[in-house]
């Protein structure tokens, strides 16, 4: 069965990093990062191709985060710098297997297989 275990959600002070990372248990060609909170859909933040050249990321980050992807361990990371109290979600990891292209990243539907979500929380 395929898993997708993410991690490193924590409580931080406005202004801190977190790096939070996740893992599949194959090989996928795109892996991504979206969010929630309560009450609203979920959000894009990031996503990698197989290819490490190829990334993508919501225009609101304001380029504060920063993915990156070892294809060999099937792992992917989100460095989370400057973090702002909006940033507050339960954050997912999500993985697809086959090839789409790179722009369609960004729509959650275009994922089969997600984590269970890490919380990440920005005090003020």
């Known amino acids: 069965q395929v898993q997708v275990v993410e991690s490193g959600g924590g409580l931080v002070q406005a202004g801190g990093s977190l790096r939070l990372s996740c893992v599949a248990s194959?090989?996928?060609?795109?892996m991504g990062w979206f969010r929630q909170v309560p009450g609203k859909e979920r959000e894009f933040v990031a996503a990698a191709t197989w290819s490490g050249s190829r990334s993508y990321y919501a225009d609101i980050l304001e380029g504060r985060f920063t993915i990156s992807r070892d294809n060999a361990k099937n792992t992917v990371w989100l460095q989370m710098n400057s973090l702002k109290p909006e940033d507050t979600a339960v954050y997912y990891c999500a993985a697809r297997f086959t090839y789409i292209e790179g722009s369609r990243a960004k729509t959650a539907s275009e994922y089969n297989y997600w984590g269970q979500g890490t919380q990440v929380t920005v005090s003020s």
């Open positions: 194959g090989r996928t060609y795109v």
